[in-house]
């Protein structure tokens, strides 16, 4: 049984919606009544929120907002940044990058937040994380 799942941005934005669907909802309530834990990543929170602010989409803030408060919340730190830049390396010396070699590249980020708690990542883009960390579309975790 899967302990800890840390949510990717598209579910994030699919539950920070002010009316999220009973889809998604029922999905995230079978988790927690099954005990386990569901994580928002603070990279992730960083990407969602950005949208929403640019967007003016200030009942999904805070909605977003109230997540923050009852799901289990993973800031950054210095370990997880050491460990992004690892996969991030790693990733382009076997020749499969994930971003352009520019770019900051969250998924590795997000990776390597999931990786520190031993998590699943819920995503809509399981191609890119699945390289780094066990990465399952969101419908697929139960």
């Known amino acids: 049984m899967t302990k800890t799942v840390v949510l990717d ?9 002010p009316r999220p669907s009973q889809e998604i909802l029922g999905w995230l309530n079978r988790l927690i009544t099954s005990g386990v834990s569901v994580a928002i990543p603070e990279i992730i929170d960083y990407e969602v929120r950005r949208n929403f602010l640019l967007e003016g989409l200030t009942q999904s803030i805070v909605r977003l ?3 923050k408060e009852e799901l289990l ?22 020749g499969r990058p994930t971003a352009a070699p520019d770019a900051l590249d969250g998924d ?10 031993g998590a699943v990542v819920a995503t809509e883009n ?17």
């Open 126 to 142: 399981v191609g890119h994380l699945a390289l780094f960390v066990e990465a399952k579309h969101w419908m697929e975790i139960e």
């Open 108 to 117: 590795v980020i997000l990776a390597a937040q999931a990786q520190q708690v």
């Open 65 to 67: 907002d109230e997540l």
């Open 73 to 94: 919340y993973l800031p950054l730190n210095t370990e997880a940044m050491l460990l992004a830049a690892q996969l991030w390396a790693d990733a382009r010396k076997r």
């Open 9 to 17: 941005s598209g579910p994030l934005g699919k539950l920070a919606h």
